[in-house]
């Protein structure tokens, strides 16, 4: 995850390996979860249409790195803390990698099943 460097994911800092664990320092990417954003504003369109760009953005960027996320969910997406302008549009950064596997194809393969 040390490699991974894109806006829409958080940063691994450091990592340490200690006898009881393995101790993380991640990038700073926010307060408020997607989960609870969606659930304290209104969203309009144009919003919604930013958010999944940017996870688009984001998966799509993992997947040429050879990492599946596998828990992608609004409550392992952070909202960036920026300065909220009358035109804000929230900055999200995707987190909790402990799912995360890799993956060597970088295609998609779609099956008719009609």
């Known amino acids: ?27 700073f990417g926010g307060t408020l979860t997607l989960a609870s954003y969606i659930e304290t504003h209104i969203l ?4 919604v249409r930013s958010i999944f760009k940017q996870l688009v953005s984001a ?6 790195q050879g990492v599946a996320h596998r828990d992608l969910k609004p409550e392992n997406t952070v909202v960036e803390d920026v ?16 799912f995360a596997a890799p993956c060597f194809s970088t295609s998609v393969s779609y099956v008719d099943e009609g």
Do not use: C
């Open 83 to 98: 300065d909220r302008s009358t035109n804000w549009t929230p900055r999200v950064k995707l987190i909790d990698f402990g």
């Open 1 to 27: 995850m040390s490699r991974l460097s894109h806006p829409g994911i958080v940063k691994l800092l450091n990592k340490r390996d200690t006898a009881q664990a393995i101790e993380l320092t991640l990038e």
């Open 59 to 64: 998966l799509e960027y993992l997947h040429s």
């Open 44 to 47: 309009t369109t144009q919003t």
